[in-house]
């Protein structure tokens, strides 16, 4: 019986992977690549747990000299010298607090363990000042200049990201830290900086003009992640040993791998990107799940969507410019930059005349798990109640009843608690959007044309359904349907070859749900 391959989940640490002879995407080309390019400061944005923290340590050991660690990939025939540099080395997504306090304490731990290794004593009580100290120390003792290691520098205020005043407090300390870096180069042969996204109030960005930012470069767009090439390449037997579990074939297990987890793109190139962190789940627990998405804190999502009341209608096929790409957070007037840059969103194509990218969400695991995530925020935290609403209106629509569809949503608004929202129209056009969008129905709310706006549009396999919503007392299901006549709603749908059906929905604030609601057919 074949030996089963050992998966590094959760280790970010390249000598135990390699020690412990667990399965490693070699990426070490691109390291050497990355390292003898001419930058001195490079910043990537990746992401999490997408093997951003792996790379740096594998920097880290490559830095160190550690030649023993990297025999039989690519770099042991890359490089000459191995040359041995001081390595300090910041994991900051250990700042996993939103206290100015405990931050600054886990800070300090770590200066102070760098300090021990180098023997030097705390003569200041700044973070900078004791940086600065160090690195100057290190290359003192060393004769050889220091090599600067930020991971996830941005950790510590995306954890206040919906809240501004924590978040200036804490961009505050860290520009004491961060800030020496700028006056420190006589000393230092490479800095590098991982992060999700770019704070131009961070001294790390404002202050440091020779940033090489690498994260829409075609020659690293997979320096993280596993590539398509890449999982066929490494992983062979255990998409094998993935379909025999699965009871399809080896072509199939690979299509259902596709479909959950590939369809990042970091880069015009277009690159098939799969999420690393659901892949060695995947393999180490042979079941397809949703790994990513249950461990990238969700709950920082919903603070987003709040704070730039975003909507996950129409965010397929949302064209824009790089510049939203490299957008800081602290500029931003939406969602969209940090959505794409923390995996929620990704690149799906580029347009070489235009130079403009077209985004959209990654791939089913990331949308099963928005769709979930809004369904608890916007409607249930009751996943149970959610799942039966679900499972009755997607059968209803599977039968083209679009009654019975609203007897079910009639039914679960009004189990809603009392406490949340749900009082205006457009509250009803977000639980509709939410409720149907998340069963593949087609949905599309305020939906605009010449004369008017459509409150919400469905389109089931065999029906289009118009439907505009009247709170009780603003008008009644007749005036609704007059509505979609008067402003020629229909008339976009005109080519659709589809029946069309009219639907007038009276919505009670008091009770809280749809009290009544008329539907009217009007052929094809």
Known sequence: MEQRRIYPVGI???????NRGMVYVDKTALIHHMVHS???????????RFGKTLLCNTLKHYFLGHRELFKGLAIDSLETEWTVYPVLHFDMSRCKSDNMVEVHTLIDGMLTACERQWGIDKAVDSLGGRLQNLVIKAHQVTGRKVVLIFDEY????LNVIDNDEKQAAIRSLFNTFYGPVKSMYEHLRFVFITGITKFSQMSIFSSINNISNISLAEAYDGICGITAAEL???FAPDI????????????????????????YHFSQALTDVYNPFSLVNVFDQQRLGMYWFDSATPSSLVKVLDRY???LDNVEGIVVYESAFNQPFDNFDNAIP?????????????DREEETYTIGIPNREVYDGLYNCLMAHYLNKDMMANSGVQLAVWRAMRADDIDAALRAVQSYLAALPYDLSNKTEKDYETILRVLFDGLGIKVDTEVRNATGRCDVVLKSETTVYVLELKLDGNGTVNDALAQIDEKNYLIPYW???RPKVKVGVLVDPVKRTITEWKTVPTGS
């Not at 080896?250 to 369809?263: K, M, N, T, V």
């Not at 940090?338 to 580029?350: A, E, F, P, R, V």
């Open 12 to 18: 970010q640490d390249f000598e135990v992977v390699r």
């Open 38 to 48: 001419g930058a001195e400061t490079i910043f990537l944005s990746r992401p999490r």
């Open 154 to 157: 941005d950790s510590p205020v």
């Open 232 to 234: 066929e390449q490494y």
């Open 240 to 263: 094998a040993m993935l379909a025999a579990k699965l009871k399809v074939t080896p072509e199939q297990a690979l299509q259902r791998l596709r479909d959950r987890y590939d369809g």
């Open 309 to 311: 009341q975003f909507r």
């Open 338 to 350: 940090i959505l794409t840059q923390s995996g929620y969103l990704t690149i799906k194509g580029y």
């Open 495 to 497: 080519n659709d070859l």
